[in-house]
């Protein structure tokens, strides 16, 4: 029986990532971000707005061209999208939504120059519905959001009670709920039919270990993980098989091509020649990468 154990286990690890995937299918998120400004720089735009699937930006509009443009592997994608038809859409949010933050300002008596920004889009995991948010902040704070199981508008600040009033007695609480739970996953579901090649890929992270000593006498080894999809990385340091616990950490934003970085240092003393391992544990490799060091190296 207990030499079945580490057998059983790594065929776990081995198969573990392939199970998940034929059970589960996303999750899948739709995204919009929108930006205005009252005042913006002279050449500047009020509006912008740009579309997420999951974490992937795959347009970007703003006021100033007008235009809403694919980004990315989305530049070559036929069909997914009327970009036209996006861009005359998003004009209309546009001048829509430099309207409320008209309205906004007034309700504050503010004057000069604000902002708004907007967060709304919905999730699909197994192609169901699983979610969905929009939430709106005036000048970096939370201002008001919609429950879909009210439904209503929910005021984050007082002034915001104004603005759940004006948009309920438009009559905008069926429409917006339907809008999160029907036509934003139908759209999502319509997107995932030409991007999941972009969502799904596992590109596997290059490591390697800088070395740095600085004049109070302490090595810093940094051990980076880069050009990776998905984000999920698990980095740590090893001392003869035994894990060094590590004295921070950081990762970077997601790049222009849809990739990250993350790394972990460890801080010794510089007459310590080692040797360490680094260990990097992704979704995209059967294996962890190890990337050794010590001082002669
Ligand atoms: C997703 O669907 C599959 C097949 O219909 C099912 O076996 C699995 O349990 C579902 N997973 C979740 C998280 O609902
Ligand atoms: C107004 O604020 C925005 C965002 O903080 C800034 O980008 C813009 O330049 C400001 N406008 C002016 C006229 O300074
Ligand atoms: C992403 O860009 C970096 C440089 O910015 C490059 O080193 C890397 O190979 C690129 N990765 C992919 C998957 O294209």
Not at 107 to 129: A, F, I, P, V, W
Not at 145 to 171: H, M, S
Request: charged share 20%.
């Amino acid at each position: 029986m207990s030499t079945m154990v580490p057998v059983l286990l790594s065929l776990l690890l081995a198969v573990g990532p392939a199970v998940s995937q034929d059970t589960q299918d996303g999750p899948y998120s739709l995204t919009y971000q929108s930006s205005g400004i009252s005042e913006p720089k002279e050449g500047f735009s009020s509006f912008q707005a740009t579309g997420y699937l999951n974490d992937q930006a795959f347009f970007h509009y703003d006021s100033k061209s007008e235009k809403a443009e694919p980004l990315g592997p989305w530049k070559q994608v036929k069909g997914m999208e009327d970009w036209e038809e996006l861009s005359k859409l998003q004009k209309a949010r546009g001048d829509f939504f430099l309207k409320n933050l008209r309205d906004i300002m007034g309700y504050y008596k503010d004057t000069g120059n604000h902002t708004m920004q907007e967060k709304l889009g919905c999730k699909l995991r197994n192609n169901s519905y699983d979610g969905s948010v929009w939430t709106v902040a005036y000048d970096g704070r939370d201002y008001i959001r919609f429950d879909t199981e009210i439904p209503a508008w929910i005021p984050l600040q007082p002034e915001a009670l104004n603005t759940k009033v004006k948009w309920e007695t438009e009559g905008s609480v069926h429409r917006t709920r339907a809008y999160l739970e029907e036509e934003c996953p139908q759209k999502l579901r319509k997107y995932l039919q030409y991007s999941r090649p972009f969502l799904d890929r596992q590109d596997p992270p290059s490591a390697s270990i800088t070395s740095n000593v600085d004049p109070g006498s302490i090595r810093t080894l940094k051990c980076l993980a880069s050009n990776f999809y998905p984000q999920p990385i698990s980095l740590y340091w090893t001392q003869a098989d035994s894990v060094v616990e590590t004295d921070s950490w950081g990762e970077g934003p997601i790049s222009e091509n849809g990739t990250y970085q993350s790394w972990v240092l460890l801080k010794i003393p510089s007459s310590d020649k080692g040797p360490y391992s680094c260990h990097v544990q992704h979704s995209s490799l059967a294996q962890p990468l190890t990337v050794p060091w010590n001082a002669g190296h």
